[in-house]
């Protein structure tokens, strides 16, 4: 399902604002996407990072139509990093979207990951019935964002982990918004 999408809204936090991904993002976040810790917390980044995965990937979030919308975490006005983490919204059918998103170690246990789902939920910018989002059953520290933002555990499941190179039970959740 591919949507022409013609704004993407930024959203402000107190320590950093969401803004859209861009071009000049591309250092950072490789540099951090190449992070075995990272990846092996994430479904979609394999590890070792090829060659232009990143660079694709922004260049698939920068797209007017795109399945899915991505902000960087960016502290650059509030004396702190300018790629924090990376958060995201995937649309799904019957007006959902599911959340993904993963911060930079250097901002690990800072709240940060907290901050930024509760500014995307607070936003709803793809104005969502519903929300949903997993994580891997060894990452506790994430589920506990979800539930802190109101998310409701809706069950078990798997997924691949391409860094893992296997698959890896979740945990599922769910926000009804209206």
Not at 15 to 36: G, N, Q
Not at 57 to 76: C, Q, T
């Amino acid at each position: 399902m591919t949507n022409l999408v013609s704004h993407q809204p930024t959203l402000s936090t107190e320590r950093f604002d969401l803004r859209p991904v861009r071009l000049s993002d591309l250092i950072l976040i490789e540099h951090y996407a190449a992070d075995s810790r990272l990846a092996m917390h994430t479904p979609r980044l394999p590890h070792p990072l090829p060659p232009g995965v990143i660079a694709g990937f922004i260049e698939r979030a920068m797209a007017h139509e795109r399945e899915e919308d991505v902000w960087v975490m960016d502290g650059s006005g509030h004396n702190s990093g300018e790629v924090m983490g990376v958060i995201s919204l995937m649309r799904l059918d019957r007006n959902q979207s599911e959340v993904g998103y993963w911060v930079a170690p250097p901002f690990w246990n800072t709240h940060v990951a907290s901050d930024a789902v509760q500014a995307l939920v607070a936003g709803n910018p793809l104005d969502n019935d519903a929300m949903f989002a997993s994580v891997f059953h060894d990452n506790p520290a994430s589920a506990k964002v979800l539930t802190n933002a109101g998310f409701a555990y809706l069950g078990d499941a798997e997924i691949f982990c391409l860094a893992r190179n296997a698959t890896v039970p979740t945990w599922t959740y769910s926000l009804k918004l209206r």
